[in-house]
């Protein structure tokens, strides 16, 4: 099973960025908890980030016929970006939204999500650990699906 995980703009920063926020824990090593998880669950990993919306248009592209899931944090584009909404609903990859955050405790511009009602779940507030989350949500939710 192969699984990718995007992330959208300034989660490159993570680890200096608004730490009260978003905590101490960098990209890379979110990245890395990732992998090993993915690699104790038997499953297939690609990582991406990047700051610029037709990127991560082209990268959701791309995964047609290539992933069988997704765990997106999409950052700001969350809650903007209709152009990542139509890529998603175009390649119909199923996918899980997280979020480092709670959304919910935030202002009421990032309560709302362009992405969450095409989405299979969403996992908000739980730090680095929403990663975690998302992707042993994700992979129970296809394995329920297609067998293991
Ligand atoms: C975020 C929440 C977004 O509102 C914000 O723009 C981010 C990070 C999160 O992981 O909590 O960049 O997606």
């Known amino acids: 099973m192969h ?3 995007l992330n959208g703009p300034n989660l490159n920063l993570l680890g200096e960025r608004e730490p009260e926020l978003y905590g101490r824990t ?3 090593e979110i990245e890395a908890r990732t992998r090993e998880r993915a690699r104790a669950l038997g499953i297939d990993v690609s990582w ?3 700051n610029h919306e037709g990127e991560l ?3 959701i592209q791309r995964l047609k016929g290539k992933a069988d899931g997704l765990v997106i944090n999409a950052a700001a584009y969350t809650h903007t ?3 990542v909404r139509d890529a998603l609903l175009a390649v119909r990859v199923p ?3 997280v979020h480092l955050s709670n959304l919910f405790a ?3 511009e ?3 999500s362009m992405l969450a009602d095409a989405a299979v779940g969403m996992v908000t507030g739980f730090g680095a650990e929403s990663y975690r989350l998302g992707l042993e949500g994700l992979v129970g939710y296809l394995q329920a699906r297609h067998g293991p």
């Open 95 to 97: 996918f899980v939204e």
């Open 48 to 50: 991406t980030q990047t």
């Open 106 to 108: 935030r202002e009421p």
């Open 26 to 28: 960098t990209l890379a």
């Open 3 to 5: 699984i990718a995980v």
């Open 110 to 112: 990032r309560r709302r």
């Open 81 to 83: 970006s209709l152009a």
């Open 57 to 59: 248009v082209d990268a």
